[in-house]
C-alpha cells in the first residue's frame, strides 16, 4: 500500500511541476521598467506661415518652428538664404530691429536672433519661455507683446542679449495695436482708439481714447507720420444685404489725420460695400494691408485680391487697380512691403511679389514657394514626400536628417494634394483635397510628375499586387479596378460591385486573406470576395455597427485582429481590438484608453509596435504648460498590449503622421511641418524600437528555452521514478 502511496504522490507532483510550467508559459508574467527617454529635435522642414517682415530686400517668415529668410533682390528669382533651428512650438510671429530678429514661438517664448550676416543667424536670447507670445511689435527700444490669451507687456530690447520687462499695460483683449514716434495706439471692442504716452518709460500715460461712429473693432492700424489708417471688421448696419451671403457684414478703412498725435481726426474712409468684380462677391477689407507711396494696398478676404487705393486726396480714396491673387482657398498670412514690391505671405509657405511700380497696373513679378504645410508624408529610401492641401507636392532629401532640403516639387498655389492612400511600383496615390486622386511619378526623386488624375474615383484606395480597392461616389459603391497600367484610367467590373449602404463617408479600407473591411465614422462592414485578377464574385458576410456616439478615426488590421481606433466626445483616444478570425462574426475583445489617438502602426522584425501621441497639461499660477508624449506599446498579445517605451517630445501641438526609420521619429503636424527627433538614451547604430522588441523577444525565447528544459526534465524525472517504483514493486511480490 505505502508503495502504491508513494507512487501516486510521485506521478502528482511531477505532472504538477509540469503543468504549473506550462501555465506560466501560456499566460506569463512579464515586467519591464518603463524609461522617460527625451527626443531631441535635430531637424525640421515646413509647417505653416503665420508671419512675414520685409528689410532690404529680404523677406523673413515663418516657416513652422523656424524663421526662414528669402532674398527677393530679384523677385523673379527669389532665393532661400537661411533657416532658424526649430524651437518647441510655431512662429506666430516675428519683429524686426536693425540688428535683430525678435521670433516669438508661442508658447516656446522669445527668441532672439542676429540678422547682421543673414547667411548665419545667431540665437543670442530666449526670454518668456512658456509665456504663449503671438504677436510682436518693434520700435526702436521698445517692444509690445501679446501674451497669454490677450495680455500686454512692454520690453526693454535696448540690449538684445538682455531683454527686460519695462511695463504692464492694464488692459485686455487688444485687437491691434502700434506705435508712432513716442505713443502706442491700441484699439478694443470697449475703447476704441485708445492712446499712450510711452516718453518717460517705465511710466506709461494713459491719453484717453478716441470714438468714431459706426465702427465696432479695429482689426489693423497702420500708422504714418500725419496719417493713420484702422480697418474696422464691423461697419454700421447695411440697408440692403446680398440674399446669397447669409450673416454679411461690411467693413471700412477709417483715415485719420494724426498730425496731432494726442488728438486724432477722421478725415475720410474706404468703404468695402462694393462688389468684387472677379468674382461677383461683396467685398471685406481684412488685416492685411500696406501703406506705401501714397497708396494703399489692401487685401479682400472673399476674392482674395489686391486693391490699390489711391490717398493722395484722404477726403475722396480712389481705386485705381485690382489684381486678383489665389483661390478661395488660400489664407493670408501677412502683407509687407518695399518702395518696389508689396509681399503677400500665404499660410501654406508661398510668398508673392507684386510689383507697384504703377498703381494702376499692378502685376505678379515673382513667388516663392516654401516648404509648405504637411498635409500627410511617407517615407522611402533617404526621401520624404510630403502633401500640401494648398501648395502642392514636395520631396524632401533625409540624408543627413539635421538639413532635410527640398529636392523636388510639383509647385502651385491651390494645388490640392491630401492624404496618401497607396504605392504602386514608381506611383503614389495621393487624394486629391476637393476630389478624385492624383497619381505621381516618383521615379526620378529630384523631379516627381503628376503623371495622371482621376477625378471620378475617390480615396480610400488601398493597391496589392496591381489590384485596386475602391469606395467611390455618393452612392458609396464599393469596387474592384486592375492596375496593371497604373496611368490608364481604371474601369471597373460591375460584377464585383458592393452596395454599401450607410450615410457615412468611408475612412478606412483593409484587405485581409478574401476579405474586405470597411471602416465608415461608425460602421465596420465586411465583404468576402473569390480572388481573381481581379475579383470576379462579391458577397457580404459581416457588420459590425458600431458605438455612434464615437466616431472611428482610423482601422487597421495586424494578423487576426483589427484596432479601431476612435475619439470621444472630449477628443480622447480609445482603442479597440476586433477578433477578425470569423470574419462572418466579429467581435470586440477588448478596450484599451490610449492618451489622444493612435497615430502609427509599424511592424519591427515580425513584432508590431503601436504608437499614441498625447498631451499632459500642468496648471501654475493661471499659466499652462503642456508636453508631447510619444509612447510605444507592444501588441504581441492584442490581450496584453504593454506599454514598452515612453518618449517625451519638446513640442505642443498634434501629431499627424508619426514613422520610425533609421534611428529617428519622423513626426508631421500641419501646424509645424515634418520634424525629426533622435532619442538621446540610443546609439544612433542601434534600431530604437526594434532594440528593445528584441531585447523582450530573447528574454521571451530564453524563458521559452528554460521552460521547455523544466517539462523535459520533470517528464524524465518521473518516468524514472515511475519505472522505479514499478519495479520495486514486482520485486515486493516475488
Same mark, same amino acid.
Given at each position: 500500500?505505502?508503495?502504491?502511496?508513494? &507512487?501516486?504522490?510521485?506521478?502528482?507532483?511531477?505532472?504538477?511541476?509540469?503543468?504549473?510550467?506550462?501555465?506560466?508559459?501560456?499566460?506569463?508574467?512579464?515586467?519591464?521598467?518603463?524609461?522617460?527617454?527625451?527626443?531631441?529635435?535635430?531637424?525640421?522642414?515646413?509647417?505653416?506661415?503665420?508671419?512675414?517682415?520685409?528689410?532690404?530686400?529680404?523677406?523673413?517668415?515663418?516657416?513652422?518652428?523656424?524663421?526662414?529668410?528669402?532674398?527677393?533682390?530679384?523677385?523673379?528669382?527669389?532665393?532661400?538664404?537661411? *533657416?532658424?533651428?526649430?524651437?518647441?512650438?510655431?512662429?506666430?510671429?516675428?519683429?524686426?530691429?536693425?540688428?535683430?530678429?525678435?521670433?516669438?514661438?508661442?508658447?516656446?517664448?522669445?527668441?532672439?536672433? #542676429?540678422?547682421?550676416?543673414?547667411?548665419?543667424?545667431?540665437?543670442?536670447?530666449?526670454?518668456?519661455?512658456?509665456?504663449?507670445?503671438? *504677436?510682436?511689435?518693434?520700435?526702436?527700444?521698445?517692444?509690445?507683446?501679446?501674451?497669454?490669451?490677450?495680455?500686454?507687456?512692454?520690453?526693454?530690447?535696448?540690449?538684445? /542679449? *538682455?531683454?527686460?520687462?519695462?511695463?504692464?499695460?492694464? !488692459?485686455?483683449?487688444?485687437?491691434?495695436?502700434?506705435?508712432?514716434?513716442?505713443?502706442?495706439?491700441?484699439?478694443?471692442?470697449?475703447?476704441?482708439?485708445?492712446?499712450?504716452?510711452?516718453?518717460?518709460?517705465?511710466?506709461?500715460?494713459?491719453?484717453?481714447? %478716441?470714438?468714431?461712429?459706426?465702427?465696432?473693432?479695429?482689426?489693423?492700424?497702420?500708422?504714418?507720420?500725419?496719417?493713420?489708417?484702422?480697418?474696422?471688421?464691423?461697419?454700421?448696419?447695411?440697408?440692403? *444685404?446680398?440674399?446669397?451671403?447669409?450673416?454679411?457684414?461690411?467693413?471700412?478703412?477709417?483715415?485719420?489725420?494724426?498730425?496731432?498725435?494726442?488728438?486724432?481726426?477722421?478725415?475720410?474712409?474706404?468703404?468695402?460695400?462694393?462688389? #468684387?468684380?472677379?468674382?461677383?462677391?461683396?467685398?471685406?477689407? %481684412?488685416?492685411?494691408?500696406? &501703406?506705401?507711396?501714397?497708396?494703399?494696398?489692401?487685401?479682400?478676404?472673399?476674392?482674395? =485680391?489686391?486693391?490699390?487705393?489711391?490717398?493722395?486726396?484722404?477726403?475722396?480714396?480712389?481705386?485705381?487697380?485690382?489684381?486678383?491673387?489665389?483661390?478661395?482657398?488660400?489664407? !493670408?498670412?501677412?502683407?509687407?512691403?518695399?518702395?518696389?514690391?508689396?509681399?503677400?505671405?500665404?499660410?501654406?509657405?508661398?510668398?508673392?511679389?507684386?510689383?507697384?511700380?504703377?498703381?494702376?497696373?499692378?502685376?505678379?513679378?515673382? !513667388?516663392?514657394?516654401?516648404?509648405?504645410? +504637411?498635409?500627410?508624408?511617407?517615407?522611402?529610401?533617404?526621401?520624404?514626400?510630403?502633401?500640401?492641401?494648398?501648395?502642392?507636392?514636395?520631396?524632401?532629401?533625409?540624408?543627413?536628417?539635421?538639413?532635410?532640403?527640398?529636392?523636388?516639387?510639383?509647385?502651385?498655389?491651390?494645388?490640392?494634394?491630401?492624404?496618401? %492612400?497607396?504605392?504602386?511600383?514608381?506611383?503614389?496615390?495621393?487624394?486629391?483635397?476637393?476630389?478624385? /486622386?492624383?497619381?505621381?511619378?516618383?521615379?526620378?526623386?529630384?523631379?516627381?510628375?503628376?503623371?495622371?488624375?482621376?477625378?471620378?474615383?475617390?480615396?480610400?484606395?488601398?493597391?496589392?499586387?496591381?489590384?485596386?480597392?475602391?469606395?467611390?461616389?455618393?452612392?458609396?459603391?464599393?469596387?474592384?479596378?486592375?492596375?496593371?497600367?497604373?496611368?490608364?484610367?481604371?474601369?471597373?467590373?460591375?460584377?464585383?460591385?458592393?452596395?454599401?449602404?450607410?450615410?457615412?463617408?468611408?475612412?478606412?479600407?483593409?484587405?485581409?486573406?478574401?476579405?474586405?473591411?470597411?471602416? %465608415?465614422?461608425?460602421?465596420?462592414?465586411?465583404?468576402?470576395?473569390?480572388?481573381?485578377?481581379?475579383?470576379?464574385?462579391?458577397?457580404?458576410?459581416?457588420?459590425?455597427?458600431? #458605438?455612434?456616439?464615437?466616431?472611428?478615426?482610423?482601422?487597421?488590421? +495586424?494578423?487576426?485582429?483589427?484596432?479601431?481606433?476612435?475619439?470621444?466626445?472630449?477628443?480622447?483616444?480609445?482603442?479597440?481590438?476586433?477578433?477578425?478570425?470569423?470574419?462572418?462574426?466579429?467581435?470586440?475583445?477588448?478596450?484599451?484608453?490610449?492618451?489622444?489617438?493612435?497615430?502609427?502602426?509599424?511592424?519591427?522584425?515580425?513584432?508590431?509596435?503601436?504608437?499614441?501621441?498625447?498631451?499632459?497639461?500642468?496648471?501654475?499660477?493661471?499659466?499652462?504648460?503642456?508636453?508631447?508624449?510619444?509612447?510605444?506599446?507592444?501588441?504581441?498579445?492584442?490581450?496584453?498590449?504593454?506599454?514598452?517605451?515612453?518618449?517625451?517630445?519638446?513640442?505642443?501641438?498634434?501629431?499627424?503622421?508619426?514613422?520610425?526609420?533609421?534611428?529617428?521619429?519622423?513626426?508631421?503636424?500641419?501646424?509645424?511641418?515634418?520634424?525629426?527627433?533622435?532619442?538621446?538614451?540610443?546609439?544612433?547604430?542601434?534600431?530604437?524600437?526594434? =532594440?528593445?522588441?528584441?531585447?523582450?523577444?530573447?528574454?521571451?525565447?530564453?524563458?521559452?528555452?528554460?521552460?521547455? &528544459?523544466?517539462?523535459?526534465?520533470?517528464?524524465?524525472?518521473? /518516468?524514472?521514478?515511475?519505472?522505479?517504483?514499478?519495479?520495486?514493486?514486482?520485486?515486493?511480490?516475488?
Amino acid at each position: 500500500m505505502n508503495t502504491k502511496k508513494n &507512487l501516486f504522490i510521485t506521478v502528482v507532483v511531477s505532472l504538477s511541476l509540469a503543468c504549473s510550467t506550462i501555465t506560466s508559459l501560456v499566460s506569463p508574467e512579464e515586467t519591464k521598467e518603463v524609461k522617460n527617454i527625451n527626443l531631441e529635435l535635430v531637424g525640421n522642414i515646413g509647417g505653416i506661415n503665420n508671419a512675414i517682415q520685409v528689410q532690404e530686400n529680404l523677406a523673413y517668415i515663418g516657416e513652422g518652428l523656424s524663421m526662414a529668410i528669402i532674398d527677393f533682390t530679384d523677385p523673379q528669382k527669389p532665393v532661400f538664404v537661411s *533657416k532658424t533651428d526649430g524651437s518647441s512650438d510655431v512662429v506666430s510671429d516675428i519683429g524686426l530691429s536693425d540688428c535683430c530678429a525678435f521670433v516669438a514661438n508661442a508658447r516656446g517664448g522669445l527668441f532672439v536672433y #542676429d540678422i547682421t550676416n543673414p547667411q548665419e543667424t545667431n540665437l543670442i536670447s530666449n526670454w518668456g519661455n512658456g509665456e504663449d507670445i503671438q *504677436k510682436i511689435s518693434v520700435h526702436n527700444d521698445v517692444a509690445l507683446i501679446e501674451y497669454n490669451e490677450n495680455k500686454y507687456k512692454l520690453l526693454d530690447i535696448s540690449d538684445p /542679449t *538682455k531683454i527686460s520687462l519695462l511695463a504692464e499695460l492694464p !488692459v485686455q483683449y487688444l485687437s491691434s495695436f502700434a506705435f508712432i514716434e513716442n505713443y502706442l495706439y491700441t484699439s478694443s471692442t470697449e475703447d476704441m482708439l485708445r492712446i499712450y504716452d510711452l516718453s518717460n518709460l517705465p511710466e506709461v500715460k494713459d491719453l484717453g481714447t %478716441t470714438k468714431i461712429t459706426g465702427a465696432v473693432s479695429f482689426s489693423r492700424m497702420i500708422l504714418t507720420e500725419n496719417l493713420a489708417l484702422l480697418v474696422s471688421e464691423v461697419n454700421a448696419p447695411i440697408e440692403q *444685404k446680398p440674399e446669397d451671403l447669409p450673416g454679411y457684414h461690411s467693413s471700412t478703412i477709417y483715415l485719420l489725420d494724426i498730425t496731432n498725435k494726442e488728438n486724432p481726426l477722421l478725415v475720410g474712409s474706404i468703404d468695402a460695400v462694393e462688389s #468684387d468684380p472677379n468674382h461677383d462677391q461683396w467685398t471685406t477689407w %481684412t488685416k492685411n494691408l500696406v &501703406l506705401q507711396n501714397g497708396f494703399v494696398f489692401a487685401i479682400a478676404d472673399l476674392a482674395k =485680391s489686391m486693391y490699390a487705393i489711391d490717398l493722395n486726396n484722404p477726403q475722396k480714396p480712389i481705386v485705381t487697380d485690382v489684381l486678383e491673387l489665389g483661390s478661395y482657398g488660400q489664407i !493670408v498670412a501677412g502683407v509687407q512691403s518695399d518702395n518696389k514690391n508689396v509681399y503677400v505671405a500665404w499660410s501654406g509657405g508661398e510668398v508673392t511679389a507684386i510689383d507697384i511700380s504703377d498703381p494702376s497696373d499692378l502685376t505678379v513679378s515673382g !513667388v516663392y514657394y516654401g516648404a509648405s504645410v +504637411v498635409q500627410d508624408f511617407t517615407l522611402n529610401d533617404n526621401f520624404a514626400y510630403m502633401t500640401s492641401d494648398n501648395s502642392g507636392f514636395r520631396v524632401v532629401d533625409l540624408s543627413d536628417p539635421s538639413k532635410p532640403i527640398i529636392v523636388g516639387s510639383i509647385l502651385g498655389a491651390g494645388e490640392s494634394y491630401g492624404k496618401i %492612400t497607396s504605392k504602386l511600383d514608381k506611383y503614389l496615390y495621393i487624394e486629391n483635397y476637393f476630389d478624385g /486622386t492624383i497619381i505621381v511619378d516618383i521615379s526620378n526623386p529630384t523631379q516627381p510628375i503628376q503623371a495622371a488624375f482621376w477625378n471620378d474615383i475617390d480615396p480610400p484606395l488601398v493597391i496589392e499586387e496591381n489590384i485596386g480597392y475602391v469606395l467611390y461616389d455618393d452612392e458609396r459603391i464599393f469596387q474592384v479596378i486592375n492596375l496593371n497600367n497604373p496611368l490608364e484610367r481604371p474601369v471597373s467590373n460591375n460584377i464585383s460591385s458592393l452596395s454599401i449602404k450607410t450615410d457615412d463617408y468611408p475612412r478606412n479600407l483593409q484587405i485581409k486573406d478574401e476579405y474586405v473591411y470597411i471602416a %465608415t465614422n461608425y460602421d465596420i462592414y465586411i465583404a468576402g470576395y473569390q480572388y481573381r485578377e481581379p475579383p470576379s464574385y462579391m458577397f457580404r458576410v459581416g457588420h459590425l455597427n458600431y #458605438d455612434a456616439s464615437d466616431e472611428i478615426k482610423d482601422f487597421t488590421i +495586424v494578423r487576426n485582429y483589427g484596432y479601431i481606433f476612435k475619439k470621444d466626445n472630449l477628443n480622447a483616444g480609445i482603442t479597440k481590438i476586433l477578433d477578425i478570425s470569423s470574419p462572418r462574426d466579429p467581435e470586440i475583445i477588448q478596450e484599451y484608453g490610449f492618451g489622444r489617438g493612435i497615430v502609427s502602426l509599424d511592424q519591427f522584425n515580425n513584432d508590431f509596435a503601436l504608437y499614441d501621441t498625447k498631451l499632459s497639461y500642468t496648471i501654475s499660477d493661471a499659466n499652462y504648460f503642456s508636453s508631447q508624449y510619444i509612447d510605444i506599446y507592444n501588441i504581441s498579445n492584442p490581450l496584453k498590449i504593454r506599454l514598452s517605451e515612453h518618449y517625451i517630445l519638446d513640442y505642443y501641438h498634434d501629431v499627424e503622421r508619426l514613422y520610425v526609420h533609421n534611428n529617428y521619429f519622423y513626426v508631421s503636424s500641419i501646424q509645424a511641418g515634418l520634424m525629426i527627433y533622435k532619442p538621446q538614451e540610443y546609439p544612433i547604430s542601434q534600431p530604437v524600437t526594434p =532594440s528593445a522588441n528584441n531585447n523582450e523577444t530573447k528574454e521571451s525565447d530564453d524563458k521559452f528555452s528554460s521552460r521547455i &528544459l523544466i517539462i523535459v526534465l520533470s517528464f524524465v524525472i518521473s /518516468t524514472f521514478f515511475f519505472i522505479s517504483f514499478v519495479r520495486k514493486a514486482k520485486r515486493s511480490r516475488k
